[in-house]
């Protein structure tokens, strides 16, 4: 399989990804973003893959049906992370199944709006119908890139996201775009794959073939900077690390040759999940 390197070649690949995942899915199952045919042992974003729900601080997740947990691909847990209020507009950048945009639906209650953008028609029909399955009706899904979003200037509150960003062929025009959206004093509030440094070719290359979300990790020092490029400020990062059983998988996979610039930077923290928040003045 060729390696995808221009910026249409990466959408066209994650949505392809994406789309399978989405058509192939039936509940009582349980998705990965390796692929469909990846085993859910094998981890993914998630830190527990197999039990996505317990990402959640919320206990309102644990009441979802399974045919939108089952989708659930995220690292993280954007809800408890966004301090949600009531009456308040969300936007989720790549809202996949839905879980986030239903689990925001509760917090802003019925004066609330939550807004789904996704660029995977399979994903949007699975959330549509999810929509209708949980009764959710202060959500829509919209279908667009979320470096494009189709929304408006200066209309959102609080932007989520969980697993998404990375994914990205052009981060600073995503973050760009949140800031263009939100309100002043608006939120961003995201979970999402980061590297500390670079990533040895040989565990990039390993964590891709069974975590799409990792492949496209962006050192979090420039994933900072474009976030404060954007306009954003009082930017926080908190870490997230893989559990050691997903590195040591990856290092298998390579015959358990590790091969670092630095042999003094534990590859166990080299690639996380990050807790990410900024304010748009």
Known sequence: MTTPTTQPDIRSAVRERY??????????????????????????CSSDS???????????????????????????????????QPGQTVLDLGSGGGIDCFLAARKVGPTGRVIGVDMTPAMLEKARTNKEKV???????????????????????????????????DKPQVFREAFRVLKPGGRLAVSDMVSSGPIPEAIKSSLSAWAGCVAGAMDVTDYIGAIQSAGFTEINVTPVYLSKEMIDGALDQIGGQLVTDNPEDPIYKTVFSAKVTAQKP
């Open 135 to 169: 009764g959710a009706e202060n959500v829509e899904f919209r279908m667009g890139e979320i470096e494009h979003l189709p929304v408006a200037d200066a209309t959102i509150d609080v932007i989520i996201s969980n697993c998404v960003i990375n994914l990205s062929p």
């Open 50 to 84: 197999s039990d996505p729900v317990r990402l959640y601080e919320t206990p309102e997740a644990a009441d979802l049906p399974d045919d939108v947990t089952g989708l659930s691909l995220g690292c993280g847990d954007p809800i408890t992370l966004a301090s949600l």
């Open 19 to 44: 789309g399978k995942i989405a058509s192939e899915f039936k509940p009582k199952t349980q998705a990965s973003c390796c692929g469909p045919s990846a085993s859910a042992s094998s981890g993914c």
